[in-house]
């Protein structure tokens, strides 16, 4: 049988298998497209029905009933623009499905207030004049839309010895929760236990134990351990689990203990993420070390270990393979999630799979980068300075390099980016730069022609869905723009994250300013009728790492 075959008969094969799945609503946002209209998106699901199609109801606020605003049903788009507003008014919005000419209500509701004019945003008020250094999503009270969790200040410590780098923690980190419609729910407090930089600092919002609440877990300490100077070195260290209603600690067990790493750069890299190690329920993954030793638990809804591993003994080659983020996917396609931790991978089992020797990696993706070829490929960036491949795809199931930049790299740096921002070549291009020492840049396509050595976007641009094509749009220094075409839209605030939480298939831009967290959101009408991205696995699971590590843009996997 050939590999085509044998992948294809792989993937049909896993689609049957039954997988937990999140409850969500249907995500309806609505955004003033002029003064005088309203867009209004909502989300597809992967079990709707093939023949299903939508009316839109409008909700004048303090003015009786929804009254739908359609003349026929909405048939080949998850998208409308209602035009019979009253400039000034605030609306309500909802939908309802209807499949074989019976309509159905549907959970999820919008608010647009139209004198905001055309600006595709709405936003939530801060308790507190802050920015944000990450944000987490997560349906925190079961009503099916997603809420957030929020932690501040936006400052980081880096645990690397150099100066410039370390520097004293001003004040502890802090979670917010807050509600999908802006409501405060809680605080938690990290402590002085946690210095405030990302690699101390993880956490992650995911409904683990399955009750319909996505609870938070993170790191934690006890007391003030700080030395004279600030530094963290001694103390109990945690793993917590906290209340989704109320940020009270409900559970907590020993973290990865230090012993075993040579030395406080070294011991103060840690991690979290989610995976699907049986094929059908999430369990948590604890991760301790990078650039040497590399120590890895798996928990189950319980926090009870599944299993351990460590890059010692028989595996000692893979110690320093590991990155600034673990990437979670099915990357063997045998129904269960692995862990792409750096250069190197483990099987759902913790049992090592392959190691390219590559050394540690700023950037990665998991994504079909190369349709031709069967399965997934990777995209990577290597920091470690490389006398080939620092720039490189490899086939995400094995391994085994594809093509990469035969000359050599110093310190490929940053989020990098992959995304199909032309339809000149087939496939997702993919976009990194050097820095601290290095000036080279490349964009290559997806079979390894290197389009380009300029430094074309820095080196943490996103690639976003935003208009109504199939191709990617760029977001860099704010600006949405298409590769070589005209700027969509300027942005304001920090960037923290581009992933596809409320409306249609396309994503937001979530942005944070003193004080205010930003959900920009396209008015473009689009005719397509797609499944929301966060019913894809691969895809959710990469917005699930964004509390943890560096950021890397979501990528929509085969299903």
Known sequence: ???????????????????????????????????????????????????????????????????????????????????????????????????????????????????????????????????????????????????????????????????????????????????SKGKHLWEYDMGWAIETGTWYSAYMVFDIDQDGKAEVYTKAGEGDPREMDGHVLTGPEYLVKLNPVNGKIIQRQNWIPRDGFEQYNWWSRNFLTVAYLDGQNPSLIMQRGTYT???????????????????????????????????????????????????????????????????????????????????????????????????????????????????????????????????????????AGEAKGGDKFFLYSADGVRLSDKNLWGNAPKAVWWDADDLKEICYKNEVFDYEGETHLKVEGKVLIVADIIGDWREEIVTSLPGEVRIYSTNILSDKKEICRMQNHLYRMAVADATMGYYNAPQVGFK
């Open 293 to 431: 030793t590399i120590k890895t638990e798996a928990l189950d809804k319980n926090l009870k270990p599944i299993w351990t591993w460590e890059s010692t003994g028989e595996y000692e080659k893979y110690k320093g393979q590991g990155a600034h983020a673990i990437m979670t996917g099915d990357i063997d396609f045998d129904g269960k999630d692995e862990l792409v931790f750096g250069t190197s991978a483990l099987d759902d089992d913790g049992k090592p799979l392959w190691h390219t020797g590559l050394g540690h990696n700023d950037a990665g993706y998991i994504a079909d980068i190369i349709p031709s070829r069967p399965g997934y490929e990777i995209f990577f960036g290597v920091e470690s300075r490389s006398p080939k491949n620092g720039v490189c795809v490899a086939d995400a199931r094995t391994g085994e390099i594809i093509w990469g930049y035969e000359g050599s790299t110093h310190h490929v740096h940053g989020q990098a980016m992959i995304g199909d921002i032309t339809d000149k070549y087939e496939g997702i291009e993919c976009y």
């Open 1 to 179: 049988m050939s590999r085509i075959l044998i992948f294809i008969f792989i993937t049909f094969s896993l689609i049957s298998k039954g997988q937990v799945q999140e409850k969500i609503d249907r995500g309806v946002v609505a955004l003033a497209h002029s003064t005088e209209s309203v867009y209004v998106g909502w989300r597809m699901f992967k079990d709707d029905h093939k023949e299903i199609s939508f009316n839109v109801y409008r909700q004048d606020i303090g003015f009786g009933d929804f009254q739908k605003v359609n003349k026929t049903p909405i048939t080949h788009s998850t998208n409308f623009i209602d035009s019979t507003i009253q400039p000034g008014h605030g609306y309500n919005y909802k939908v309802k499905s209807i499949i074989n000419n019976v309509e159905y209500d549907e959970p999820g509701a919008g608010y647009v207030f139209t004198l905001t004019g055309s600006v595709p945003y709405y936003s939530i008020k801060l308790k507190d004049n802050i920015t944000l250094k990450r944000i987490g999503f997560g349906d925190l009270d079961g009503d099916g839309a997603y809420d957030f969790v929020m932690q501040s200040p936006d400052f980081n410590v880096d645990p690397y010895y150099r100066p410039g780098y370390w520097k004293r923690s001003p004040e502890p980190y802090k979670l917010n929760a807050y509600t």
